[in-house]
């Protein structure tokens, strides 16, 4: 069955950075294109990223743009989001996703990790 | 980029009623819609997506219409486990964007 398992969660400063990743299995994973899809405590869904299955393409929400970097190793089926210039407004459950058939939207989730910036 | 409107924000609602939410895009996004269920503390579930299709597993209470800038979601008829939060999500051009969110609570 499909998993996807986020760590690298926790408590960084404003400016600092962090790295979260998502280790998959259950299914082809180079194959797919994935998300990152952030909650903040109490608010509703935001799409963060986009990578391309064979990692030949990324799209970002403008409001990580220049600070966040999506990739991927398919050799050890594991997405990654490199998180830098950490902002208050970064704090939120962040959750991996697979794409649904190449259809831009999400059929597996991960169960989230929390990324909580606070001095 | 596109936004998407829910409505209502918020409904009380009996096990047994039929609900429906819309969703509302700010520009014709065709059928290019997603919608989904969440319960606290838990990942987001799709129920819907081409905006009518039902995700296999998703029971058969649950349906939807629309195109263009219009949908829907209707819940036949509610069970304890439907109480929960609904997105709707448009995956017509990036970003990808969700409604706020419609909250199903016990009345």
């Known amino acids: 069955q499909v998993q996807l398992v986020e760590s690298g969660g926790g408590v960084v400063q404003p400016g600092g950075s962090l790295r979260l990743s998502c280790a998959a299995s259950?299914?082809?994973?180079?194959?797919?294109?994935m998300y990152w899809v952030r909650q903040a405590p109490g608010k509703g869904l935001e799409w963060v990223a986009f990578?391309?299955?064979?990692?030949?393409?990324?799209y970002y929400a403008d409001s990580v743009k220049g600070r966040f970097t999506i990739s991927r190793d398919n050799s050890n089926n594991t997405l990654y989001l490199q998180m830098n210039s950490l902002r208050a407004e970064d704090t939120a459950m962040y959750y991996c996703?697979?794409?649904?058939?190449?259809?831009?939207?999400?059929?597996?989730w991960g169960q989230g990790t929390l990324v909580t910036v606070s001095s | 980029a596109i936004r998407m409107t829910q409505s209502p924000s918020s409904l009380s609602t009996s096990t047994g009623d039929r609900v429906t939410i819309t969703c509302r895009a700010s520009?014709?996004?065709?059928?290019?819609l997603a919608w989904y269920q969440q319960k606290p503390g838990k990942a987001p579930k799709l129920l819907i997506y081409?905006?009518?299709t039902l995700q296999s597993g998703v029971p058969s209470r649950f349906s939807a219409s629309g195109s263009g800038t219009d949908f829907t979601l209707t819940i036949s008829c509610l069970q304890s486990e439907d109480f929960a939060t609904y997105y709707c999500?448009?995956?017509?051009?990036?970003?990808?964007?969700f409604g706020q969110g419609t909250r199903l609570d016990i009345k």
């Open positions: 996703a697979k794409d649904f058939e190449a259809v831009a939207s999400f059929d597996y």
């Open positions: 259950g299914f082809i994973f180079n194959n797919y294109g």
């Open positions: 990578i391309r299955y064979d990692g030949g393409n990324e």
């Open positions: 520009q014709d996004i065709s059928s290019y």
């Open positions: 081409a905006a009518s």
């Open positions: 999500q448009q995956y017509y051009s990036y970003p990808l964007t």
